[in-house]
T-cell receptor, first 115, second 112 residues
């Protein structure tokens, strides 16, 4: 049963600390998306990759957030330094597309709390 | 900014009744998708409808798309308590870059 996995599932940290979230996309998928979900803003796209190349990270605060795909089986989202306003659930999703929008498969999310 | 906007924000019905949720958007689209999210879980894809399609069915789900009105609706027939969840529409613009823009969602409660 192929699924997107994310670690950690929950993270509590103090303001100023570095946070790294990891995602393993479904094997064979070539697109990876990072979303942030809050009650106030809903689901926001932070960044996405196709074939490991970053296509759009315009939704991401550049000064503190970074997203990478070191290889096809791992995507990372890093926040340094973290702030209380970063508290949210972060979702990774993957899919397969030659081009254009397609069905996305979501992971269970990482619930981040920054104190 | 969110492209899709769902209506209503919340809906409460009895088991067995039908549930209808609406989505409006602002730009030209390549396709529109509906997702479900159970509390504390990730989103699950339900159905994709392309801009040249008007209606699509999947089990108890029926989706319509009216590109002239820039709107879509999701109908769940014969609802069950297990359908209790939030439902989101997501639009892929006609530029078809691969991005989806999600609406704020409709929270559906189905009472047994």
């Amino acid at each position: 049963d192929a699924r997107v996995t994310q670690t950690p599932r929950d993270k509590v940290t103090e303001m100023g600390q570095e946070v790294t979230m990891r995602c393993q996309p479904i094997l064979g998928h070539n697109t990876v998306f990072w979303y942030r979900q809050t009650m106030m803003q809903g689901l926001e796209l932070l960044a996405y990759f196709r074939n490991r190349a970053p296509l759009d990270d315009s939704g991401m605060p550049k000064d503190r957030f970074s997203a990478e795909m070191p290889d096809a089986t791992l995507a990372t989202l890093k926040i340094q330094p973290s702030e209380p306003r970063d508290s949210a659930v972060y979702f990774c999703a993957s899919g397969f597309s030659a081009s254009g929008a397609h069905e996305q498969f979501f992971g269970p999310g990482t619930r981040l709390t920054v104190l | 900014s969110q492209q899709g906007e769902e209506d209503p924000q919340a809906l409460s019905i009895q088991e067995g009744e039908n549930a209808t949720m609406n989505c409006s958007y602002k730009t030209s689209i390549n396709n529109l998708q509906w997702y479900r999210q159970n509390s504390g879980r990730g989103l699950v894809h339900l159905i994709l409808i392309r801009s040249n399609e008007r209606e699509k069915h999947s089990g108890r789900l029926r989706v319509t798309l009216d590109t002239s009105k820039k709107s879509s609706s999701l109908l769940i027939t014969a609802s069950r308590a297990a359908d209790t969840a939030s439902y989101f529409c997501a639009v892929a613009s006609s530029s078809n870059t691969g991005k989806l823009i999600f609406g704020q969602g409709t929270t559906l409660q189905v009472k047994p």
